[in-house]
């Protein structure tokens, strides 16, 4: 996976929030959960498994919508994160957090009805083979997102502190064929890059997150989205 000794940082993951999910990132935070809780609703009762759960966003999200939770990550410092999230939530019994490679996830075949990887595809070295252990792992439910090769993120993708895997949706499919899921559903969305939400206050960036909405509703724009959301099945 690129970039593990970034990711593992101790002020990394103490500061990978506020960077990513303050001032205008707050609308990139509210619509990445909602478009997992869209694919897996209900999600009461479900057993579900986060691969790459970093400070636990929809671990704690999942759980407090009634769910049983496990979050894995490679970054001990990241799980750190995410657990005191918990802390002060009531959330004992229901949640779990675990180091661990999402190459070799360490539970049985069908274990869990629902496996998610956010923010996850466009690091992996290898998205087959991570793609076919989360469907070991699944008897159901496979939900994840990918960014775009045809879109802004291609823009400044050559900034980031490691460099992102850009997907084409053909490739995505092909993907899909070869681990033997079936999609149920993909969602395309944010023609701006988040490059730009993050940089600006969340009073600039309502007004500008509106105008992509609506050009993002625009069919010949979906290529231009820089990321999909994938709500897929197992055969």
């Known amino acids: 996976m690129k970039g593990q000794e970034w990711y593992q940082a101790d002020d990394v993951a103490e500061e990978y929030d506020d960077k990513r999910f303050s001032r205008g990132g707050q609308l990139i935070d509210r619509r990445e959960k909602e478009a997992v809780l869209e694919a897996i609703m209900p999600v009461e009762d479900r057993n579900i498994l986060e691969i790459a759960c970093g400070t636990g966003r929809f671990t704690v999200m999942l759980a407090q919508q009634g769910a049983d939770v496990v979050g894995l990550d490679i ?42 990887a956010m923010r996850f595809f466009h690091l992996a070295d290898d998205p087959k083979a991570f793609l076919e252990e989360m469907r070991r792992v699944s008897r159901d439910q496979i939900v994840f997102d990918t960014f775009n090769r045809f879109s802004a993120r291609s823009i400044y993708n050559w900034a980031l502190p490691m460099g992102s895997r850009l997907y084409s949706k053909s490739e995505v499919a092909v993907l899909l064929a070869k681990t033997n899921l079936t999609l149920e559903d993909v969602e395309d969305d944010f023609i701006a890059p988040y490059g730009l939400y993050r940089s600006i206050p969340n009073e600039l960036a309502t007004p500008i997150r509106t105008l992509d909405e609506l050009i993002g509703s625009l069919p010949v724009t979906d290529h231009l989205a820089s990321v999909s959301y994938w709500n897929t099945r197992v055969r």
């Open 75 to 116: 970054s001990a410092a990241m799980l750190q994160q995410g657990r005191e999230k918990t802390k002060d939530a009531a959330l004992e019994g229901t949640i779990e957090f675990l180091r661990g490679d999402a190459g070799r996830l360490p539970f049985p075949d069908d274990h869990f009805d629902t496996v998610i």
